[in-house]
């Protein structure tokens, strides 16, 4: 009995590890990330950590307000790659029609068109994300940005920019698939 347990926690484990989340599901997500060598990094306030390539290159920010990391690979060109900001923010999130209002003005003022503004689950928490398409520095781009609320009184913020067309599903994927590897300290 003790041994039929066991096997079943190991294979509810496993088969955990292979669902897909509801963005990835969104963006018909196939494809495995999971054979890098990756490394971990801590934000300034220890509030979170990151999990990515360890050959990618990463940078801080932090003001009283916000915690972020940066994250790219630098050894590709802009178009066939991205760029990943998680963002610790200070501050309520409340989801109504006012924050649905701003993320839309905002996107209009950088000539972005909205695709795609709705509720998710990101990990295990209700969120939301935001798709737009636009031109940026001549280059075709997309925005994804996932909102959740955390705890102490703030919220993450991640941004994924892609510029160009060049695998594009792979890259919002890619993307997608280390920005679900973020640990939110906080919820300890």
Not at 51 to 76: L, N, R, V
Not at 83 to 98: H, R, T, V, W
Not at 139 to 157: A, G, V
Not at 164 to 183: K, V
Request: negative net charge.
């Amino acid at each position: 009995m003790k041994y039929l347990f066991a096997f079943l926690m190991i294979l509810s484990i496993i088969s955990s590890c292979n669902q897909k989340s509801e963005l990835a599901l969104y963006f018909n997500c196939n494809k495995d990330f999971g054979n890098y060598n990756l490394k971990t990094l801590d934000d300034i306030n220890k509030n979170y950590s990151m999990t990515f390539p360890s050959h990618w290159k990463s940078s801080f920010y932090f003001d009283e307000y916000q915690s972020d990391i940066y994250i790219a690979d630098t050894t590709k060109s802009l178009t066939s790659t991205y760029i990943l900001n998680i963002s610790n923010k200070k501050g309520d999130l409340i989801f109504d029609q006012n924050f649905k209002t701003k993320l839309s003005s905002e996107l209009a003022l950088q000539n972005l068109q909205l695709i795609k503004l709705d509720s998710f689950q990101y990990l295990e928490t209700d969120s939301y994300f935001v798709h737009a398409t636009g031109n940026k520095n001549n280059y075709n781009y997309n925005l994804i940005e996932i909102y959740k609320p955390s705890n102490n009184n703030s919220f993450f913020e991640i941004k994924i920019e892609l510029y160009g067309d060049n695998q594009l599903n792979d890259r919002i994927c890619e993307a997608i698939y280390f920005s679900n590897l973020l640990q939110d300290n906080t919820q300890k």
